[in-house]
């Protein structure tokens, strides 16, 4: 298996410009996170799915950050518009049934606001 | 909810000696605890975990200790080595739910 997936690895941009991030979890897991390290704040998760449903979103920042999991093969994290502060390594990660208690992390996207 | 704290920030051991890194949890219904290292610009990768119903869980050179009545838990590296050095975080699952809540993580320097 490849792991999870992420893209893309590296993302600059603008402030004020929409940035979509990208993960495919492991084949068969039930459960998808969206996680931002920083190293102020450091791990944080902001939401999570189980089959394609948003089960908790409480560590999503504000409404400029939005998910979603259209299929059991992918998902997105979206920010629109971006800002300076939202720069940071986003991490994917799964687990699947029963426990569901191992994550796997992917590579991360490492984001870069100016 | 879950609330995880972490010490020491940071560890700096000589090759051969032990390193242990420490987390305490205050949802005393928590029962799941991995560790996770990080390696400069890598994933965290899970190196070892422990359930709520085990004390303790060893695997080479690491291990970990559950103490669930002072709701504490621990690392262990013995032996370590330069390729040991990361940063480790443990975590614990917050109860009824998947989510997993992070300490602040370790910096571990093995010097050689």
């Known amino acids: 298996d490849a792991g999870v997936i992420q893209s893309p690895r590296h993302e600059v941009t603008e402030m004020g410009q929409e940035v979509t991030l990208r993960c495919k979890p492991i084949s068969g897991h039930d459960y998808l996170f969206w996680y931002r390290q920083t190293m102020m704040r450091g791990l944080e998760l902001l939401i999570y799915f189980n089959n394609n449903v948003p089960i908790d979103d409480s560590g999503m920042p504000e409404d400029r950050f939005s998910a979603k999991m259209p299929n059991a093969s992918f998902s997105t994290l979206k920010i629109q518009p971006s800002e300076p502060r939202d720069s940071a390594v986003y991490f994917c990660?799964?687990?699947?049934?029963?426990?569901?208690?191992?994550?796997?992390f992917g590579p991360g996207t490492r984001l870069l606001v100016l | 909810g879950e609330n995880v704290e972490q010490h020491p920030s940071t560890l700096s051991v000589q090759e051969g000696d032990s390193a242990v890194i420490k987390c305490t949890y205050s949802?005393?219904?928590?029962?799941?605890f991995p560790w996770y290292k990080q390696e400069l610009g890598k994933r965290p990768q899970l190196i070892i975990d422990?359930?709520?119903?085990?004390g303790e869980k060893k695997d080479q050179r690491i291990a970990v200790t559950l103490n669930k009545t002072a709701k504490h838990f621990s690392l262990h590296i013995t032996e370590t080595q330069p390729e040991d050095s990361a940063v480790y975080f443990c975590?614990?699952?917050?109860?009824?739910?998947?989510?997993?809540?992070f300490g602040t993580g370790t910096r571990l320097k093995v010097l050689a």
């Open positions: 990660a799964s687990s699947f049934l029963p426990g569901a208690e191992t994550q796997y």
């Open positions: 422990i359930r709520s119903n085990v």
């Open positions: 975590a614990a699952r917050d109860t009824g739910t998947y989510k997993y809540i």
């Open positions: 949802d005393s219904a928590s029962n799941y």
